[in-house]
């Protein structure tokens, strides 16, 4: 299975902004652009949920509770897929996920994580 690995979590106040980062392989990159691109997040006692989602097409979606704050956004030559959140809330703490999936393959990538915590 291909790594791919995020970056950027980390700890801040509430109000604040963070930009994850999640990095695929260039044995992939090929694939890559072919991949629909997925943010999770996991906070305690909760089920893993879709934060945001971009297509190969650029189409994204949010989950309603980070629309307006959040942007998914993603580089093909790069190989990488971002997430920019803004006016971070409490409820917004999680491990934050990247997901890279082609529809109907099989093919399913998972990210370890990375934790982002907002408290004041």
């Known amino acids: 299975q291909a790594q791919i690995v995020e970056s950027g979590g980390g700890l801040v106040q509430p109000g604040g902004s963070l930009r994850l980062t999640c990095a695929a392989p260039?044995?992939?990159?090929?694939?890559?652009?072919?991949?629909?691109l997925s943010w999770y997040r996991q906070a305690p006692g909760h089920e893993r949920e879709l934060v945001a989602q971009i297509t190969d097409s650029q189409s994204t979606n949010y989950a309603d509770a980070v629309k307006g704050r959040f942007t998914i956004s993603k580089d093909n030559s790069r190989r990488r897929v971002y997430l920019q959140m803004n006016n971070l809330k409490p409820e917004d703490t999680a491990i934050y996920y990247c997901r890279a999936e082609i529809p109907q393959s099989g093919v399913d990538y998972w990210g370890r994580g990375t934790q982002v915590t907002v408290s004041s």
């Open positions: 260039r044995s992939i990159l090929s694939v890559f652009t072919q991949y629909s």
